[in-house]
C-alpha cells in the first residue's frame, strides 16, 4: 500500500473527498483508504475520476513534498 500525508479523490459527480494520513491501494476493485485510525474505506472503481497524493519527504534535511497524481 502507498502512503499519503494528504490524499484528495475527485469522484465522478464531481465531488471532491479528502483525507491526512492515509495508506491507500488503486486497483481493479476501486480504490481502497486505510485511515490512521485504522478504518477502511472502499470508493467503487467506477466511482473515481481521479486520486492526488501529497506525501512531505526529508531531503538534505529539508522538508519536501513530493507530488503524485
Known amino acids: 500500500m502507498l502512503r499519503a500525508d494528504e490524499l484528495t479523490v475527485v469522484h465522478h459527480d464531481d465531488t471532491v473527498t479528502r483525507f491526512t494520513d492515509v495508506r491507500y491501494l488503486l486497483g481493479r476493485r476501486g480504490l481502497r483508504v486505510v485511515t490512521a485510525t485504522g478504518e477502511e474505506i472502499l470508493f467503487p472503481r467506477h466511482d473515481v475520476l481521479t486520486t492526488y497524493?501529497?506525501?512531505?519527504?526529508?531531503?538534505?534535511?529539508?522538508?519536501?513534498?513530493?507530488k503524485a497524481a
Open 53 to 66: 497524493a501529497e506525501s512531505a519527504a526529508i531531503v538534505h534535511n529539508k522538508l519536501d513534498y513530493a
